[in-house]
C-alpha cells in the first residue's frame, strides 16, 4: 500500500513538475534537492489532491513536510483519517 | 526602460482597489487596462441617452459598520458614493411563476429570519439553523474585516459542506430551500458545488441591506480615478502584458506591453481572469502543476440581459427593487447546466436622470450558461451570424413574457432598448467567457490568491477570494497588506480610518 503511494507521488512529481526519475528518493529534500520553492506548495497540494482523490485543507502538518517520506506519511495520514 | 515598484493589471473594482492603496503608501504604480476605458464591469453605456448597468446593479453591505464602508473610508471615497437602499419590503421580491406565490423581505439580518418564520410557521427548527449557520460562518470569517490582525482565514467545516447538502439536511421544503438559496445569483455557483460557508458569507450582507448606488458603477470609477492621479498612479488603457520575460530565480525581469514597451516592476498584480493570467506566463517557465490548477477552473454562470426602459402616463418614476421571479420552487434544477427551460430571471427596477428628467428603467437579467453561445465563439461583436440574432431576439421576447405574465400591467409600456449575451460581455469586458463572477467558487477550490508561480506576481480579484464588489475588494486590501508588510499596512489602515 505505502509503495503504491510512494509511486503515486513520485509520478505527481514527474508530471507535474517534470522532475527526473532518479531523483525521486523518499530521503530527497522537497525543496533543496528537488528545487521546488514555496510558491509551489498550493499547486503540489492541488496536483496531490487531484491525484489521491483526498481532501486537503490548510493543515499545519503541511509546514512540517520536507522530504518525499514526510509527504508519503502525510497522505497515508489523511486516507486514514478519511476511512473512519 | 520604464521603472516602477508595482503594475496593477485590470482596471476592474479590484485594480482601482489595489493600485489606489500602493499610491497612498508612497509606491510608484503603473495601471494598465485592456480595454479603451477604466472600469471593467463597473462600466455603463449610454443608449437613446439613458445610461444602462454592465456588471454592478446592486451589493450589499452599506448599513451599519461593515467591511465595505470601512474599505470606502480608507480609500477616502465614501462621501462620493451614494447607496439608494431598498427599503420596502415589495421592492425586495422572490416570484414562483408556476406556483403563483410572492415572498417579501424587509432589510436586516433578523428581520429576514423573522419574515421567513412568517411564511413557513411549520419550519421554525430549519429557519432559526439556517441564519444562525449564517451569522455563525460570518464572523468567523476573519479575512471580512480589514481591522483583523489575523493573518491567516483559517477553514471551517462549513467550507467542506455544499450548500445543496447543508439545505437538505435542514428541511424538505423546497420553496424555503430555494429561498435560502436565493442569493446564489450574486455567486455565480451552483447549490452542489459551492460550500456553505462561502454562500453564507455572500448572503449575509445582501441580508443586511440591499443598495443600488447613485449612477451606478460609474460613481466607483469617477471617485477612484480621481484619487489616483492624486496619488501619482500612471494609467495606461488599451494596454495588457503580452509577455513575462527574462525570468531569473523564479523572478520576472520584464513585463513586454502589447506596444513592445518592456517594464520593469518590484511586484505585478493581476486582477484579471486566471486564464488571463496564465496567456502571460511563458509555457517553458511555468509548471505544469500551475498550469493544471488554472486549467481546472471552472466559469461560473453568467447572465442575458435586457435593457428596458419604461414607460406610462401618470406613471411615477421607480423607486430602487430588486425582484427576482423563479419558474418554480427546485432550485437545483434551474441552476444545472443541463437544464433547457427558463431559467431565474431578476428584474432590477430603478429611475434614472436623463436631461432632467427622471426615466423609469428595467434591467432584466436570466442565468445563463456559456455552452448557450459556445457555437458562434469564434465571431466578433457586430460581425455574428443570423442564428445568434435569432438567438438574441427568441431571449429577449421571452423574457418579456414572462415580465408581463407576471406583471400584466407591465403591458405596453416596454420599451427594450438593447441586450447582451455573455458574447457581448466577453467582447466588451474583456473576459474569456463574458461570465458574471469569473471562476466558479467550488469546494476545497485553490483560488489563485496571492503570489503565484513568480516571486513578483500575484493574484487579486474576484476570481480570488470571493465574487462581487465585496469580494473583489477585500482580495486587494489583503494583497496590499502582504506588499507593504503588515505593521505598514495596519498602521495606514488605522490612519485611514480615524481621518
Same mark, same amino acid.
Given at each position: 500500500?505505502s509503495?503504491?503511494?510512494?509511486?503515486?507521488?513520485n509520478?505527481v512529481?514527474?508530471?507535474?513538475f517534470?522532475?527526473?526519475k532518479?531523483q525521486?528518493?523518499?530521503?530527497?529534500?522537497?525543496f533543496?534537492?528537488?528545487?521546488?520553492?514555496?510558491?509551489?506548495?498550493v499547486?503540489?497540494?492541488?496536483?496531490?489532491q487531484?491525484?489521491f482523490?483526498?481532501?486537503?485543507?490548510?493543515?499545519e502538518?503541511?509546514?512540517?513536510?520536507?522530504?518525499?517520506?514526510d509527504?508519503?506519511?502525510?497522505?497515508k495520514?489523511?486516507?486514514?483519517?478519511?476511512?473512519? | 526602460?520604464?521603472?516602477?515598484?508595482?503594475?496593477?493589471v485590470?482596471?476592474?473594482?479590484?485594480?482601482? /482597489? !489595489?493600485?489606489?492603496?500602493?499610491?497612498m503608501?508612497?509606491?510608484?504604480?503603473?495601471?494598465?487596462?485592456?480595454a479603451p476605458?477604466?472600469?471593467?464591469?463597473?462600466?455603463?453605456?449610454?443608449?437613446?441617452?439613458?445610461?444602462?448597468?454592465?456588471?454592478?446593479?446592486?451589493?450589499?453591505?452599506f448599513?451599519?459598520?461593515?467591511?465595505?464602508?470601512?474599505?470606502?473610508?480608507?480609500?477616502?471615497i465614501?462621501?462620493?458614493?451614494? #447607496?439608494e437602499?431598498?427599503?420596502?419590503?415589495?421592492?425586495?421580491?422572490?416570484?414562483?411563476?408556476?406556483?403563483?406565490?410572492?415572498?417579501?423581505? &424587509? #432589510?436586516?439580518?433578523?428581520?429576514?429570519?423573522?419574515?421567513?418564520?412568517?411564511y413557513f410557521?411549520?419550519e421554525?427548527k430549519?429557519?432559526?439553523?439556517?441564519?444562525?449557520?449564517?451569522?455563525?460562518?460570518?464572523?468567523?470569517?476573519?479575512?471580512?474585516n480589514?481591522?483583523?490582525?489575523?493573518?491567516?482565514?483559517?477553514?471551517l467545516?462549513?467550507?467542506?459542506?455544499?450548500?445543496?447538502?447543508?439545505?437538505?439536511?435542514?428541511?424538505?421544503?423546497? !420553496?424555503?430551500? /430555494?429561498?435560502?438559496?436565493?442569493f446564489?445569483?450574486?455567486?455565480g455557483?451552483? #447549490?452542489?458545488?459551492?460550500?456553505?460557508?462561502?454562500?453564507?458569507?455572500?448572503?449575509?450582507?445582501?441580508?443586511?441591506?440591499?443598495?443600488?448606488?447613485? +449612477?451606478?458603477g460609474?460613481?466607483?470609477i469617477?471617485?477612484?480615478?480621481?484619487?489616483?492621479?492624486?496619488?501619482? $498612479?500612471?494609467?495606461?488603457?488599451? !494596454?495588457?502584458?503580452?509577455?513575462?520575460?527574462n525570468?531569473?530565480?523564479?523572478?520576472?525581469g520584464?513585463?513586454?506591453l +502589447?506596444?513592445?514597451?518592456?517594464?520593469?516592476?518590484?511586484?505585478?498584480?493581476? /486582477?484579471?481572469?486566471?486564464?488571463?493570467?496564465?496567456? /502571460?506566463?511563458?509555457?517553458?517557465?511555468?509548471s505544469?502543476?500551475?498550469?493544471d490548477?488554472?486549467? &481546472?477552473?471552472?466559469?461560473?454562470?453568467?447572465?442575458?440581459?435586457?435593457?428596458?426602459?419604461?414607460?406610462?402616463?401618470g406613471?411615477?418614476?421607480?423607486?430602487p427593487?430588486i425582484i427576482?421571479?423563479?419558474p418554480?420552487?427546485?432550485?437545483? %434544477?434551474?441552476f444545472?447546466?443541463e437544464?433547457?427551460?427558463?431559467?431565474?430571471?431578476?428584474?432590477?427596477?430603478?429611475s434614472?436622470?436623463?436631461?432632467?428628467?427622471? $426615466?423609469?428603467v428595467?434591467?432584466?437579467?436570466?442565468?445563463?450558461?456559456w455552452?448557450? $453561445?459556445?457555437?458562434?465563439?469564434? &465571431?466578433?461583436t457586430?460581425?455574428?451570424?443570423?442564428?445568434?440574432?435569432i438567438?438574441?431576439q427568441?431571449? !429577449?421576447?421571452?423574457?418579456?413574457?414572462?415580465?408581463?405574465?407576471?406583471f400584466?400591467?407591465? %403591458?405596453d409600456?416596454?420599451?427594450?432598448?438593447?441586450?447582451?449575451?455573455?458574447?457581448?460581455?466577453?467582447?466588451?469586458?474583456?473576459?474569456p467567457?463574458?461570465?458574471?463572477y469569473?471562476?466558479?467558487?467550488?469546494?476545497?477550490?485553490? +483560488?489563485?490568491?496571492?503570489?503565484?508561480?513568480?516571486?513578483?506576481?500575484?493574484?487579486?480579484?474576484?476570481?480570488?477570494?470571493?465574487?462581487?464588489?465585496?469580494?473583489?475588494?477585500?482580495?486587494?486590501?489583503?494583497?496590499?497588506?502582504?506588499?507593504? &508588510?503588515?505593521? $505598514?499596512?495596519? %498602521?495606514?489602515?488605522?490612519?485611514?480610518?480615524?481621518?
Amino acid at each position: 500500500m505505502s509503495d503504491q503511494i510512494e509511486t503515486m507521488i513520485n509520478e505527481v512529481f514527474e508530471e507535474s513538475f517534470e522532475i527526473e526519475k532518479d531523483q525521486l528518493k523518499p530521503e530527497a529534500n522537497i525543496f533543496e534537492d528537488l528545487g521546488l520553492d514555496s510558491l509551489d506548495v498550493v499547486d503540489l497540494v492541488v496536483a496531490l489532491q487531484k491525484k489521491f482523490k483526498v481532501e486537503i485543507r490548510t493543515d499545519e502538518r503541511i509546514k512540517e513536510i520536507r522530504t518525499l517520506k514526510d509527504l508519503c506519511e502525510f497522505i497515508k495520514d489523511l486516507q486514514a483519517e478519511g476511512s473512519h | 526602460m520604464e521603472i516602477y515598484d508595482d503594475i496593477v493589471v485590470g482596471s476592474g473594482i479590484s485594480g482601482l /482597489t !489595489t493600485a489606489l492603496i500602493l499610491g497612498m503608501n508612497q509606491r510608484k504604480v503603473l495601471l494598465i487596462e485592456k480595454a479603451p476605458k477604466i472600469g471593467g464591469s463597473l462600466s455603463r453605456f449610454y443608449k437613446k441617452g439613458i445610461p444602462f448597468d454592465t456588471g454592478f446593479h446592486f451589493s450589499g453591505g452599506f448599513s451599519k459598520d461593515t467591511v465595505l464602508l470601512d474599505m470606502l473610508s480608507v480609500l477616502s471615497i465614501k462621501d462620493d458614493i451614494h #447607496p439608494e437602499f431598498i427599503s420596502k419590503p415589495e421592492n425586495n421580491r422572490f416570484l414562483f411563476e408556476n406556483q403563483k406565490k410572492s415572498f417579501m423581505f &424587509s #432589510p436586516g439580518f433578523d428581520q429576514n429570519m423573522k419574515e421567513m418564520l412568517s411564511y413557513f410557521p411549520n419550519e421554525e427548527k430549519a429557519i432559526l439553523a439556517y441564519f444562525s449557520k449564517v451569522k455563525d460562518v460570518r464572523e468567523k470569517t476573519t479575512a471580512m474585516n480589514i481591522r483583523s490582525e489575523v493573518e491567516m482565514q483559517k477553514s471551517l467545516d462549513e467550507d467542506f459542506i455544499s450548500l445543496k447538502n447543508m439545505l437538505d439536511s435542514l428541511t424538505k421544503d423546497k !420553496t424555503l430551500k /430555494t429561498l435560502f438559496g436565493a442569493f446564489s445569483m450574486c455567486h455565480g455557483t451552483e #447549490p452542489s458545488q459551492i460550500s456553505f460557508a462561502n454562500h453564507a458569507r455572500v448572503s449575509y450582507s445582501i441580508y443586511e441591506s440591499i443598495a443600488r448606488v447613485k +449612477n451606478g458603477g460609474h460613481s466607483f470609477i469617477k471617485a477612484l480615478i480621481k484619487k489616483l492621479k492624486k496619488y501619482d $498612479v500612471k494609467i495606461k488603457t488599451n !494596454t495588457f502584458i503580452s509577455s513575462c520575460e527574462n525570468i531569473e530565480k523564479r523572478r520576472v525581469g520584464t513585463f513586454v506591453l +502589447n506596444n513592445g514597451e518592456s517594464i520593469k516592476a518590484e511586484n505585478c498584480i493581476f /486582477t484579471i481572469h486566471p486564464e488571463e493570467i496564465l496567456k /502571460t506566463f511563458k509555457e517553458e517557465n511555468t509548471s505544469k502543476a500551475f498550469a493544471d490548477r488554472v486549467n &481546472s477552473f471552472e466559469e461560473s454562470f453568467g447572465l442575458f440581459l435586457c435593457f428596458i426602459k419604461f414607460s406610462k402616463k401618470g406613471h411615477q418614476p421607480f423607486d430602487p427593487a430588486i425582484i427576482t421571479l423563479y419558474p418554480d420552487n427546485d432550485m437545483n %434544477k434551474f441552476f444545472d447546466p443541463e437544464y433547457k427551460g427558463d431559467r431565474p430571471l431578476v428584474l432590477v427596477q430603478n429611475s434614472e436622470e436623463v436631461k432632467k428628467e427622471k $426615466v423609469s428603467v428595467i434591467n432584466a437579467f436570466e442565468l445563463t450558461y456559456w455552452d448557450e $453561445v459556445k457555437q458562434w465563439a469564434d &465571431s466578433k461583436t457586430g460581425k455574428r451570424s443570423k442564428d445568434y440574432e435569432i438567438y438574441k431576439q427568441n431571449k !429577449t421576447n421571452r423574457i418579456c413574457e414572462r415580465i408581463i405574465k407576471s406583471f400584466p400591467e407591465y %403591458k405596453d409600456c416596454i420599451e427594450v432598448i438593447d441586450s447582451a449575451s455573455m458574447l457581448t460581455f466577453r467582447d466588451y469586458l474583456n473576459s474569456p467567457y463574458g461570465s458574471a463572477y469569473g471562476i466558479k467558487q467550488k469546494i476545497g477550490q485553490f +483560488n489563485l490568491f496571492g503570489r503565484i508561480q513568480y516571486k513578483n506576481t500575484f493574484a487579486a480579484g474576484q476570481s480570488a477570494i470571493l465574487p462581487g464588489v465585496l469580494g473583489a475588494m477585500v482580495s486587494g486590501f489583503t494583497i496590499c497588506r502582504y506588499l507593504l &508588510s503588515k505593521d $505598514v499596512y495596519a %498602521k495606514f489602515i488605522k490612519k485611514e480610518l480615524e481621518e
